[in-house]
């Protein structure tokens, strides 16, 4: 516990974390450090610090987890996470493309890390507090979303893997979800193909199938999304002032995906920075 608290503590110094928090010359000595560890029993820890047993390594086959040597420290962060916190009424699902703390998950070679990079998915609310992350190699937004369903949330997401059968799918689950998509995916209305819409700026086009809504809406490019929180919009050509005229469903949406900049800004000062385990 020492070290894992002289490790977060480090992240707030200017001077290089681990070496020269033992300097000794009077203008840079902070006796903070080397009177809580010294700096060989803080390396020496550093150096055999383990949360797997290396001979219970698993194959390298289909199944195989990179992570299999942090796994349980996610599972543990994961679980207590949701033991101790109820997630406000808006939520959000993101891709993550980089892994916080790969410099020191010494664990994951390089070229798996390049693997993982799309494959880091978080959960986290308006208050930016992360409430479910999933690094795999499989990973599926229904892995973080598992948590809340049926609980009443609106979940916002981008366009990873999004369709409208898997909206479909998630209708037994009772999640109300919002998000962007791509014009290729299967059963996305035909005449939503970008060669077929040929829209002018500030074009608004929409389906609908039940509860279920398909928009395309045109500024400097064709956004499209995927809705059954929302009633439809209008379709036409608007502006404002010159302005082509947002739908509200994607002003919301907006709104909802920067959660992701407050929760980056709460885990800065809680962060291990990739040179202090170098």
């Given at each position: 516990?020492?070290?894992?608290?002289?490790?977060?503590?480090?992240?707030?110094?200017?001077?290089?974390?681990?070496?020269?928090?033992?300097?000794?010359?009077?203008?840079?000595?902070?006796?903070?450090?080397?009177?809580?560890?010294?700096?060989?029993?803080?390396?020496?820890?550093?150096?055999?610090?383990?949360?797997?047993?290396?001979?219970?390594?698993?194959?390298?086959?289909?199944?195989?987890?990179?992570?299999?040597?942090?796994?349980?420290?996610?599972?543990?962060?994961?679980?207590?996470?949701?033991?101790?916190?109820?997630?406000?009424?808006?939520?959000?699902?993101?891709?993550?493309?980089?892994?916080?703390?790969?410099?020191?998950?010494?664990?994951?070679?390089?070229?798996?890390?390049?693997?993982?990079?799309?494959?880091?998915?978080?959960?986290?609310?308006?208050?930016?507090?992360?409430?479910?992350?999933?690094?795999?190699?499989?990973?599926?937004?229904?892995?973080?979303?598992?948590?809340?369903?049926?609980?009443?949330?609106?979940?916002?997401?981008?366009?990873?893997?999004?369709?409208?059968?898997?909206?479909?799918?998630?209708?037994?689950?009772?999640?109300?979800?919002?998000?962007?998509?791509?014009?290729?995916?299967?059963?996305?209305?035909?005449?939503?193909?970008?060669?077929?819409?040929?829209?002018?700026?500030?074009?608004?086009?929409?389906?609908?199938?039940?509860?279920?809504?398909?928009?395309?809406?045109?500024?400097?490019?064709?956004?499209?999304?995927?809705?059954?929180?929302?009633p439809p919009p209008a379709e036409g050509n608007f502006?404002?002032?010159?302005?082509?005229?947002?739908?509200?469903?994607?002003?919301?949406?907006?709104?909802?995906?920067?959660?992701?900049?407050?929760?980056?800004?709460?885990?800065?000062?809680?962060?291990?920075?990739?040179?202090?385990?170098?």
């Amino acid at each position: 516990m020492t070290f894992t608290a002289l490790a977060l503590q480090m992240e707030h110094e200017l001077k290089d974390p681990i070496h020269d928090s033992q300097l000794t010359l009077r203008h840079l000595h902070n006796p903070f450090y080397s009177e809580t560890m010294t700096r060989d029993r803080f390396l020496h820890i550093l150096c055999y610090l383990h949360f797997a047993d290396n001979s219970q390594r698993p194959d390298e086959g289909k199944n195989y987890d990179p992570l299999w040597k942090l796994r349980t420290v996610f599972d543990k962060l994961n679980n207590a996470y949701a033991k101790f916190y109820n997630p406000l009424e808006h939520v959000t699902v993101d891709e993550v493309t980089n892994i916080q703390g790969q410099g020191y998950i010494q664990a994951v070679h390089s070229k798996e890390k390049k693997k993982l990079q799309n494959q880091n998915l978080q959960t986290y609310d308006e208050s930016g507090y992360t409430y479910d992350n999933m690094i795999a190699k499989h990973a599926t937004d229904r892995h973080l979303t598992c948590r809340i369903e049926g609980l009443g949330h609106k979940i916002f997401m981008d366009n990873f893997r999004s369709s409208p059968r898997l909206f479909d799918d998630s209708d037994g689950c009772k999640i109300n979800s919002c998000r962007t998509v791509q014009p290729n995916r299967k059963d996305i209305p035909h005449d939503f193909e970008p060669k077929r819409l040929k829209l002018r700026r500030g074009d608004i086009r929409v389906r609908n199938r039940g509860v279920l809504t398909a928009l395309v809406w045109k500024d400097r490019r064709e956004v499209y999304m995927l809705t059954k929180m929302d009633p439809p919009p209008a379709e036409g050509n608007f502006f404002d002032s010159n302005c082509p005229v947002k739908p509200h469903i994607m002003e919301r949406y907006n709104q909802h995906m920067g959660y992701l900049d407050n929760s980056d800004r709460k885990a800065d000062g809680y962060s291990m920075s990739r040179h202090t385990f170098k």
